[in-house]
C-alpha cells in the first residue's frame, strides 16, 4: 500500500472510492461525491494534500481531500471528505490516509487541522474536541464531532471556523 498526492489520473478512481463509501446500493448519488467535484474546481483545493492509497496492484482503495479554511481570519485546513473502499476498510487505509495528511501537511508548515468525524476513531490521530479550544463549528450541533489538532508548536488560534466555500452548500 503506498499512500501518495494525487494526480489528475486518479480523479475518476478517487469519485468511486467517496461513492462506494458514502453511498448505498439503490440510494441517490451521495452528497460527498458532488462535494467533491466541487472541490477539485474551487480556489481552496490543495493538490499537494489530496492523497490517494493504491494497493499493491495500482488499484485506488482510498482517498482523502484536506482544502484550504480559516479560523477567524487565520489559515487553517479542513480535512475530508475521507472515504475507503468498503471491501478494504477496517485494514488500516484510513489510518495510513489521516497520518498521511497530518504529516504532509505538518511539512508544509500548515499550524491546524480540522474536521468533522467520529471521536472514537480520530481521536487516536490527537484530534481533540475543537470548540472547548476556542475553534467555533459552522454548526453548534456539531459537538464534540468537530476536532482540531495543532500541526506544529504553534497554538492554535481562536475564532469562527470556515470551510471552503462548496461546504457551505450542504
Ligand atoms: C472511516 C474510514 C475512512 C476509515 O477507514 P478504514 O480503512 O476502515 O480505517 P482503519 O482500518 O485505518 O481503522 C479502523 C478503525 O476505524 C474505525 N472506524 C471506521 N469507520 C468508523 C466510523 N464511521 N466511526 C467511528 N469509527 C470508525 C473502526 O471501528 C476501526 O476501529 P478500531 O481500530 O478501534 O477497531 C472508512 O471506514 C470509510 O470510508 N467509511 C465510510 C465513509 C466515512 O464514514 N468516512 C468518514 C467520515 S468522517
Redesign the pocket.
Known amino acids: 500500500m503506498i499512500i501518495r498526492a494525487e494526480t489528475l489520473a486518479d480523479r475518476p478512481a478517487a469519485l468511486s472510492v467517496i461513492e462506494a463509501?458514502?453511498g448505498s446500493p439503490g440510494k441517490a448519488r451521495p452528497i460527498?461525491a458532488a462535494l467533491l467535484e466541487q472541490l477539485w474546481e474551487c480556489p481552496a483545493y490543495l493538490p499537494e494534500l489530496s492523497l490517494v492509497a493504491e494497493d499493491d496492484d495500482g488499484v485506488v482503495c482510498?482517498y482523502?481531500i484536506t482544502t484550504r479554511a480559516r479560523i477567524g481570519e487565520v489559515s487553517s485546513l479542513g480535512l475530508?471528505?475521507?472515504?475507503?473502499?468498503?471491501s478494504?476498510?477496517?485494514?488500516?487505509?484510513?489510518?495510513?490516509?489521516?497520518d498521511g495528511s497530518i504529516e504532509r501537511a505538518a511539512g508544509l508548515g500548515e499550524v491546524s487541522l480540522v474536521?468533522?468525524?467520529?471521536p472514537?476513531?480520530?481521536g487516536?490521530f490527537g484530534f481533540v474536541r475543537a470548540d472547548v479550544r476556542g475553534v467555533l463549528p459552522p454548526e453548534p450541533a456539531w459537538g464534540e464531532d468537530f476536532m482540531i489538532r495543532a500541526l506544529g508548536e504553534s497554538p492554535i488560534p481562536t475564532g469562527p471556523f470556515r470551510y471552503a466555500e462548496p461546504f457551505d452548500g450542504l
Open positions: 463509501a458514502f460527498e482510498g482523502v475530508g471528505p475521507i472515504g475507503v473502499l468498503p478494504q476498510q477496517g485494514r488500516g487505509v484510513g489510518r495510513l490516509l489521516v474536521l468533522l468525524g467520529s472514537s476513531f480520530y487516536r
